[in-house]
């Protein structure tokens, strides 16, 4: 990792909350990250780092909703950072909440994600659990998950130190991290809509989906899975691609094989939240803005 005074490379002020959110978790003796490999939680590593050393560890908790992707790009930036790196297993499915998918789903996994994490911390001798939730997170509308946060007293350096997303962003690039530009990453079962349950089948059909549709160079997307109809959304420069009658015909017949009964192309394009539930009206759990529901529009006939 890049020398850890990254202060000559940001604006005073922000310069000055990073060594304050620095200086905060060096009076531990030590901390546990919940990592995740997106750029808030690697801001946190690499401050967690600089501060602690090796009483500093970021762990990754590996659970079906995670795609096999994000797990690798985890152990990668990890390494950037030079952190000693730990995956524990855990399974959202085993909680019949989660698994019903209803408005409070973020909060029920978060609330396993980050019990689990204090498990692997007290089994270290570590008291404090660190997140990346940032100052910008908690006036983005719904976000059920930091209930979790509140709940269990999860230490988050960069909502205290009030360090918003893109000064998180520019932290992480005076690390020179890989990831300062990284889009913000929902995890897999934010493409099943609410109401429709959870399941082993429906996450690893959507990851399949995605991978498949990231190997022909799509780079911003979601593959929702609506009970067995994908509905596929791309950024708004990309749909010209995607509405390429050879794309079609291969997306339609790779998805049929991965088990879909019917594959769409959204013609809104890409929008974060568009299966969230319909009273989140601001933000969905990523932080992101959300839309209405599509299946809900009405449309003119003539």
């Given at each position: 990792m890049p020398d850890a005074d990254t202060s000559d490379d940001l604006e005073p002020a922000l310069a000055e909350k990073a060594a304050a959110a620095r200086a905060s978790l060096e009076e531990r003796d030590g901390v546990l990250i919940a990592f995740s490999g997106g750029v808030d939680s690697s801001?946190?590593?690499?401050?967690?780092?600089?501060?602690?050393?090796?009483?500093?560890?970021?762990?990754?908790?590996?659970?079906?909703t995670l795609p096999t992707e994000e797990l690798d790009d985890a152990r990668r930036v990890a390494d950037e950072i030079g952190i000693r790196h730990e995956i524990v297993e855990f399974s959202e499915l085993d909680n019949p909440d989660f698994v019903a998918n209803d408005g409070d789903r973020c909060y029920h996994c978060r609330t396993m994600r980050l019990g689990r994490m204090y498990d692997a911390a007290r089994e270290r001798g570590i008291e404090t659990v660190c997140d990346g939730t940032n100052a910008s997170d908690p006036g983005e509308g719904h976000r059920p998950g930091l209930r979790a946060v509140e709940e269990l007293e999860v230490l988050s350096p960069l909502l205290t130190h009030d360090i918003s997303k893109e000064e998180v962003r520019a932290i992480a690039d005076s690390y020179g991290l890989s990831v300062a530009d990284k889009p913000s990453m929902a995890c897999l079962s934010s493409r099943i809509p609410t109401g429709i349950e959870v399941t082993e089948e429906r996450l690893s059909r959507v990851e399949k989906a995605e991978r498949v549709v990231r190997q022909w160079g799509f780079s911003q997307f979601r593959v929702r899975d609506h009970d067995g109809l994908a509905r596929i959304e791309v950024a708004s420069e990309e749909l010209e691609t995607a509405l390429d009658p050879d794309f079609v015909t291969a997306v339609r017949d790779r998805l049929t094989d991965l088990g879909f009964d019917h594959v769409t192309l959204d013609l809104h394009g890409y929008q974060t939240g568009s299966v969230s539930p319909a009273a989140d009206t601001d933000a969905d759990a990523a932080g992101e803005p959300l839309v209405e529901d599509v299946f809900a529009t009405d449309y003119p006939t003539k």
């Open positions: 801001v946190v590593a690499a401050l967690a780092h600089d501060a602690l050393g090796d009483d500093a560890i970021a762990c990754t908790a590996k659970s079906e």
